[in-house]
């Protein structure tokens, strides 16, 4: 089972910052499989980021994925209100599919 | 994104199973995934819609069977011999291959109580 570390577990930054979220994986993740989820309190995950790079339909390109092998980003440009909650990588192509733990962004 | 539709709220004793429901036609792949209060989202399994080859999580290998009902275009997850740890909120996701789970549903909550 591939582990996914996302790091930290939680960033205290300003609306307007630059946020740089980790996901390092114990083997190598192909990256058409690495995908980035939000989740904001008392809904379901949304899809951001897929094939690690790829922004899903009607996500803002202030959202951006990056990576290969076994690290992963997600870069929030500029953070804006709606933005602080929870942020997961998920790995779907060897099985079985794992999830990070997750990243909560607050507000500093 | 279309919301999938999923069955509403159950409430369970101990050692009994529960059958979520999921509609989602069209897409190529459906997962399921549980999160339970205030913690992180844990992965149970998946199906391929075309094929219907299943693939579990460890910790519910032998307890859990994803199935696809072709004529109603209905994804299901049964969890046997409950407990109280498996109070959860239960979502499926579908989508595309290689396109990541973009579609949700709303989730179902599980309650597992004596």
């Known amino acids: 089972e591939i582990v996914l570390t996302q790091s930290p577990g939680t960033l205290s930054l300003s609306p307007g910052e630059r946020a740089t979220l980790s996901c390092r994986a114990s083997q190598s993740v192909s990256s058409i499989y690495l995908g980035w989820y939000q989740q904001k309190p008392g809904q379901a995950p949304r899809l951001l980021i897929y094939?690690?790079?790829s922004r899903a339909t009607g996500i803002p390109d202030r959202f951006s994925g990056s990576g290969s092998g076994t690290d992963f980003t997600l870069t929030i440009s500029r953070l804006e209100p709606e933005d602080f909650v929870v942020y997961y990588c998920?790995?779907?192509?060897?099985?079985?599919?794992?999830f990070g733990q997750g990243t909560k962004v607050e507000i500093k | 994104q279309m919301q999938l539709v999923q069955s509403g709220p159950e409430v369970k004793k101990p050692g009994t199973s529960v059958k979520v429901a999921c509609k989602a036609s069209?897409?190529?792949?459906v997962q399921w995934v549980r999160q339970a209060r205030g913690q992180r989202l844990e992965w149970i399994g998946w199906?391929?819609?075309?094929?219907?080859?299943?693939n579990y999580a460890q910790n519910f290998q032998g307890r859990v069977t994803i199935t696809w009902d072709m004529s109603t275009g209905t994804a299901y997850m049964v969890l046997s011999s409950l407990r109280s740890e498996d109070t959860a909120v239960y979502y499926c996701?579908?989508?595309?291959?290689?396109?990541?789970?973009?579609?949700w549903g709303q989730g179902t909550l599980v309650t597992v109580s004596s």
């Open positions: 998920q790995q779907y192509g060897s099985a079985p599919a794992t």
């Open positions: 996701a579908a989508g595309y291959d290689g396109s990541g789970y973009l579609h």
């Open positions: 069209g897409f190529s792949a």
């Open positions: 094939g690690a790079s």
């Open positions: 199906i391929a819609v075309a094929s219907g080859i299943t």
